[in-house]
T-cell receptor, first 108, second 114 residues
Framework: TQLLEQSPQFLSIQEGENLTVYCNSS?????LQWYRQEPGEGPVLLVT?????EVKKLKRLTFQFGDARKDSSLHITAAQPGDTGLYLC????????FGAGTTVTVRA | DAGVIQSPRHEVTEMGQEVTLRCKPISGHNSLFWYRQTMMRGLELLIY????????DSGMPEDRFSAKMPNASFSTLKIQPSEPRDSAVYFCASSTRGHTDTQYFGPGTRLTVL
């Protein structure tokens, strides 16, 4: 059973375009993490958000945590082919529980 | 510094055979995690060790799966006997201390059971 819903499942865009992926839950997160996984590799932590309403930026990536701490989004500005990968959100309560992920493909 | 090391990277075996996956965590990390990733179920935690002691094995699918951590620098995940539905990518991750610290994932072992 997936406690986290990620959308969309797949996203294919042209280099230079913007994109947003979403992560939602019916219950409150204590904290939420975003990971990127490239083919043949393990997930790599991008950011951890803890406070409702929190916004964090990592170069062209902007992460938002909903005020009610039930949802989060990842926005990429001017996407590049190097942003291609599987983006996973995970809630970190007593253990990490992952969403199904969004596969992002950025075409050159 | 070396990251988490897993071996083998790929394993192909026949149904009924024993499979052993190996993991070397990052030196100095006290917590080790085994995960399984499939298209159907995504990334799932199988078992979690802290200071070489299994803390939570509720994700281990059934008795065919077992995991050990004989010392701070080595862990194994064993499947005996293996079944086709065990085909997946198995990841090992380590952290300094528990779930609250950043987990660093290894490259994974892709297991195919024919």
């Amino acid at each position: 059973t997936q406690l986290l819903e990620q959308s969309p499942q797949f996203l294919s865009i042209q280099e230079g375009e913007n994109l947003t992926v979403y992560c939602n839950s019916s219950s409150v997160f204590s904290s939420l993490q975003w990971y990127r996984q490239e083919p043949g590799e393990g997930p790599v932590l991008l950011v951890t958000v803890v406070t409702g309403g929190e916004v964090k930026k990592l170069k062209r990536l902007t992460f938002q945590f909903g005020d009610a701490r039930k949802d989060s989004s990842l926005h990429i500005t001017a996407a590049q082919p190097g942003d291609t990968g599987l983006y996973l959100c995970a809630r970190n309560d007593y253990k990490l529980s992952f969403g199904a992920g969004t596969t992002v493909t950025v075409r050159a | 510094d070396a990251g988490v090391i897993q071996s083998p990277r790929h394993e192909v075996t026949e149904m009924g055979q024993e499979v052993t996956l190996r993991c070397k965590p990052i030196s100095g990390h006290n917590s080790l995690f085994w995960y399984r990733q499939t298209m159907m179920r995504g990334l799932e935690l199988l078992i979690y060790f802290n200071n070489n002691v299994p803390i939570d094995d509720s994700g281990m699918p059934e008795d065919r799966f077992s995991a050990k951590m004989p010392n701070a620098s080595f862990s194994t995940l064993k499947i005996q006997p293996s079944e086709p539905r065990d085909s997946a990518v198995y990841f090992c991750a380590s952290s300094t201390r528990g779930h609250t610290d950043t987990q660093y994932f290894g490259p994974g072992t892709r297991l195919t059971v024919l």
